[in-house]
């Protein structure tokens, strides 16, 4: 279990630090001088990983937010209604931002982009 190490001389978080001449792990501060020898060499990773399922339903529940515009301009091409959330975000594979609209019908949640 890894916690927070905080600087004894300004209470600032201490970063993990490598010693490579001495070759030990040290916590350091990023504010002031303050080092100390870690207690425990270890070095957590954590990875997390979405099924597919789960961004689907993300993206679904983007309808819902109230904080993302809307527009009746536009009709949904899988069941006609003509309300739609849209956000601009980087497509998968491009460089550029694009436009991508949200179906506000509960029933549908089609997702397409401009």
Excluded at 41 to 68: F, K, M, S, W
Excluded at 83 to 88: D, K, P, S, T
């Amino acid at each position: 279990m890894s916690t927070m190490k905080f600087c004894r001389e300004c209470n600032n978080i201490l970063y993990p630090k490598e010693d490579k001449e001495q070759k030990i792990l040290l916590y350091a501060c990023r504010n002031c001088d303050h080092q100390e020898v870690a207690d425990n060499n270890c070095v957590y990773r954590n990875e997390i990983h979405h099924a597919v399922g789960e961004r689907t339903q993300v993206l679904q529940d983007v309808a819902a937010d109230p904080t993302l515009p809307r527009t009746k301009s536009v009709r949904c091409s899988q069941c006609n209604h003509g309300e739609a959330v849209f956000f601009q975000a980087t497509a998968r594979g491009e460089e550029g931002m694009t436009l991508f609209f949200v179906c506000c019908n509960p029933n549908c949640g089609f997702r397409w982009r401009d």
